[in-house]
């Protein structure tokens, strides 16, 4: 079945540092790719849409500035988490939906728990 | 209102139980439904999709009440490994609408099964 690949699935780094997350689809092509955040004892909230060939769609109360997200080709999306402070460690995840369309069960990679020292 | 509310628990049963979650939602728009399971630190996992029609699924059994806009979960003779947070999932958008595809996740239930 389809697969969604994300890397790294932890990352401890300091105060400052910018951070890289990636969001594969391993065998199938994703145009559209969201991008979740998850803080302890709390549910997923979409942080962004990412779109194959055009600019992401950020949720209200997300930074675009803060949260760079470059859908470089139809199996990859990144996300970056630039000059990364304590209040942004979480749990990120991201999904995709499969080849039978966005209204079907989506696709979630593994996650990526990020500390920030 | 939240979009997807749930309660949250936390429910505690012991092995063997009936446990019934509910989920409301509040855009009467949405397209699709969905149980998720998260383990501690994991991400979340399809348990099953939910039609208006109701469906099962082994010990699992999810109905969908469009008019009062209510998702429910019933797990019969639950097992230890059933221990985990249910998530209510909801996708509002229609195909090719700007939210086609984004899920919205209700808070999350807690089940633990006991001994």
């Known amino acids: 079945g389809a697969v969604v690949s994300q890397h790294p699935s932890r990352v401890i780094c300091k105060s400052g540092t910018s951070v890289k997350i990636e969001c594969r689809s391993l065998d199938f092509q994703a145009t559209t790719m969201f991008w979740y955040r998850q803080f302890p004892k709390k549910s997923l909230m979409l942080m962004a849409t990412s779109n194959e060939g055009s600019k992401a769609t950020y949720e209200q109360g997300v930074e675009k500035d803060k949260f760079l997200i470059n859908h470089a080709s139809l199996t990859l999306s990144t996300l970056t988490v630039t000059s990364a402070h304590p209040e942004d460690s979480s749990f990120y995840i991201c999904?995709?939906?499969?080849?039978?369309?966005?209204?079907?069960?989506?696709?979630f990679g593994d996650g990526t728990r990020l500390s920030i020292l | 209102r939240k979009e997807v509310e749930q309660d949250p628990g936390p429910f505690n049963v012991p092995e063997g139980a009936t446990v019934a979650f509910n989920c409301t939602y509040s855009n009467s728009a949405s397209q699709s439904f969905f149980w998720y399971r998260q383990d501690c630190r994991k991400e979340p996992k399809l348990l099953m999709s939910v039609y208006s029609s109701g469906n099962e699924d082994g010990r699992f059994t999810a109905q969908l009440n469009r008019a009062s806009q209510y998702i429910s979960l019933l797990i019969r003779d639950s097992k230890l490994s059933d221990s985990a947070t249910y998530l209510c999932v909801v996708n509002m958008g229609a195909a090719g609408g700007t939210s086609y595809g984004k899920l919205t996740f209700g808070q999350g239930t807690i089940l633990t099964v006991h001994p």
């Open positions: 999904s995709a939906p499969g080849p039978q369309g966005g209204d079907q069960p989506q696709h």
